[in-house]
């Protein structure tokens, strides 16, 4: 069964600082993966997708890598600032089905 | 419109009663899935349709729960007789095509289901 971990589950740190999220799953065969955000009370938004055939993503400060071999994919955010904090989730699809992480919860301190 | 829209934003209603949440999804867009977040929770998926049909109906938590999709477009979500832990975020998402392919995945901002 395709499992998906997201480590850590919350992390804090002071504005500023480059950060690195983790996600980590069991099954080699997914296809795509999607990286989203998701503020308190709201729906999620996409931040990054990367397809099977790609290895990284980047969208301004936010770069995201897949490396199948080693079941894992990184969400890179430099220079962080307050407005990043939110949960962060991660999910891929395998065969049709879209397999989630639990998120991890970043704060950014002024 | 511009984004996944969904209907109503909040709703409060008496244990017992039935409700339902509707689902508009980006023009053009083929899958369309319901999920549900309870506070401080994961994802949990509920549903998905390719076009109006629904070929994964496991994640529908009991035979109260039921979703349909019409024209190809808007979803609607039923729960009869809701309980109290019906409540939740109910969330809507719509993409091209099923899973990630060529097409990110675009969420509504959800409705806050409060089963009183």
């Known amino acids: 069964k395709q499992e998906v971990t997201q480590i850590p589950a919350a992390l804090s740190v002071p504005e500023g600082e480059n950060l690195v999220l983790n996600c980590s799953f069991t099954?080699?065969?997914?296809?795509?993966l999607q990286w989203f955000r998701q503020d308190p009370g709201k729906g999620l938004t996409s931040l990054l997708l990367?397809?099977?055939s790609q290895r990284e993503q980047t969208s301004g400060r936010l770069n995201a890598s897949l490396d199948k071999s080693s079941g894992r994919s990184t969400l890179y955010i430099a220079a962080s600032q307050p407005g990043d904090s939110a949960t962060y989730l991660c999910?891929?699809?395998?065969?049709?089905?879209?397999?989630w992480g639990a998120g991890t919860k970043l704060i950014i301190k002024p | 419109g511009a984004g996944v829209s969904q209907s109503p934003s909040n709703k409060v209603t008496e244990k017992g009663k039935d409700v339902e949440l509707r689902c508009d999804p980006i023009?053009?867009?083929?899958?369309l899935y319901w999920y549900r977040q309870s506070l401080g929770q994961g994802l949990e998926f509920l549903i998905y349709?390719?076009?109006?049909?629904?070929?994964?109906k496991s994640g529908l938590p009991s035979d109260r729960f039921s979703a349909e999709r019409t024209g190809g477009s808007v979803s609607t979500l039923t729960i009869q007789r809701t309980q109290q832990e019906d409540s939740a975020v109910y969330l809507c998402?719509?993409?091209f095509g099923l899973g990630f392919y060529n097409s990110p995945l675009h969420f509504g901002n959800g409705t806050r289901l409060t089963v009183t």
């Open positions: 998402a719509s993409s």
């Open positions: 023009s053009g867009h083929t899958a």
């Open positions: 349709f390719q076009g109006n049909s629904a070929p994964d």
């Open positions: 099954d080699s065969a997914i296809y795509n």
């Open positions: 990367i397809q099977s």
């Open positions: 999910a891929f699809d395998s065969n049709y089905q879209l397999i």
